[in-house]
């Protein structure tokens, strides 16, 4: 068990629907990464949040958004969504307050499926 | 801006012969190079890292990996493949002068043969 908590695990919804995943960190996890593994595009870079403010961004979409709260925990919204948006999502946190050692922690995935 | 390569998308090894799973990467200054596995319908496990020091870096489950500065390479071994190490492998390069992004290689399905 890694520590980080994604809901919901697995999500089916309609093209042009509105989703929501929730990630909480580690205990003491300042950072939240977001990445989409599909099996063409392997693991992309999507978001990376530190104690609540954005920190870098990589190839997410305009129609994605995400926000990471005063109690560490993040959600990644999608919205007018399409089939190719069809993915896993993964939540990873890292950089605890005494220092920071690298490595990532992921959650299990939340498995959007876009019908 | 930095970028990681694993050129096979599966390796194939008998069970107790030794494995390789290769990774190339492009960084503007030194690297932090990582190891992960992924299980099926699992999140991403850490396996081991190179931050400084010995280019040899042990991890968990009996790998290691080489970091190779002039190569730009961290390849990822273990001298003697178990039918359990079948798995998806991800190489993952974070730019410390760049703490903002770590960013994966495409994954290598690793195959033990029995």
């Known amino acids: 068990d890694s520590g980080v908590t994604q809901t919901p695990k697995h999500l089916i919804t309609a093209t042009g629907q509105r989703v929501t995943l929730r990630c909480s960190p580690r205990?003491?996890?300042?950072?939240v990464y977001w990445y989409q593994q599909s099996l063409d595009q392997g693991l992309q870079f999507l978001i990376h949040?530190?104690?609540?403010?954005?920190?870098a961004k990589g190839n997410i979409l305009e129609r994605f958004s995400a926000q990471q709260f005063p109690d560490l925990h993040s959600e990644l919204n999608l919205s007018s969504l399409e089939l190719g948006d069809s993915a896993l999502y993964f939540c990873?946190?890292?950089?605890?307050?005494?220092?920071?050692?690298?490595?990532?922690?992921f959650g299990e995935g939340s498995r959007l499926t876009v019908l | 801006a930095q970028s990681v390569a694993q050129p096979e998308d599966q390796v194939n090894v008998a069970e107790g012969n030794p494995l390789t799973v290769k990774c190339t990467y492009s960084?503007?200054?030194?690297?932090?190079l990582f190891w992960y596995v992924q299980y099926p319908n699992r999140g991403l496990q850490f396996l081991l890292k190179?931050?400084?020091?010995?280019?040899l870096v042990k991890g968990s489950y009996g790998f290691e990996a080489e970091f190779n500065k002039s190569q730009t390479s961290f390849h990822l071994k273990k001298p003697s493949a178990l039918v359990s190490d079948s798995a998806l492998y991800f190489c993952?390069?974070?730019?410390?002068?760049?703490?903002?992004?770590?960013?994966f290689g495409k994954g290598t399905r690793l195959h033990i043969l029995p």
């Open positions: 205990s003491g996890d300042l950072s």
């Open positions: 960084v503007s200054g030194n690297p932090y």
């Open positions: 993952a390069v974070r730019d410390p002068n760049r703490d903002d992004k770590i960013i």
């Open positions: 949040y530190y104690n609540g403010e954005e920190r």
């Open positions: 190179y931050i400084t020091g010995d280019n």
């Open positions: 990873a946190s890292s950089v605890r307050a005494g220092g920071n050692t690298g490595e990532l922690f």
